[in-house]
């Protein structure tokens, strides 16, 4: 089932991405993934990050972080290349990210880099 997000860089750029596999995701995040949940606009948004990524050293995703504020713990950050796709359906399937999340996103993202 292919599922439509961003892919956010750790230079905070975003662009819209689609993804058809959990090999895509891990692509996209150069490696294992870890999830956070977020919302945005009132729907449910899922970050796919690098469960790996502070180990490795990967950069601070400082743009990422901030959208996670509340849902991570103070003072941890995320570190890599990002994915943001939508919540999950009843049967636990991932969902495209709603338009307007995007868009709440987006213009998040604009304010902090």
């Avoid at 090999?23 to 995040?29: K, L, M, N």
């Avoid at 943001?84 to 991932?94: A, F, L, M, R």
């Amino acid at each position: 089932m292919s599922v439509s997000g961003l892919f956010i860089s750790t230079s905070g750029n975003a662009v819209k991405a689609t993804f058809d596999s959990l090999a895509d995701y891990q692509r996209a995040v150069g490696g294992w993934i870890e999830c956070v949940e977020i919302e945005a606009a009132g729907h449910e948004a899922t970050i796919y990050l690098n469960e790996e990524g502070k180990m490795w050293s990967l950069d601070k995703n400082d743009a990422v972080t901030a959208l996670a504020a509340g849902r991570i713990f103070e003072g941890d950050y995320i570190a890599g290349d990002v994915a943001i796709v939508g919540g999950v359906d009843s049967e636990g399937d991932t969902l495209s990210l709603h338009p307007d999340a995007a868009t709440e996103i987006l213009d998040r993202l604009k304010q902090l880099v």
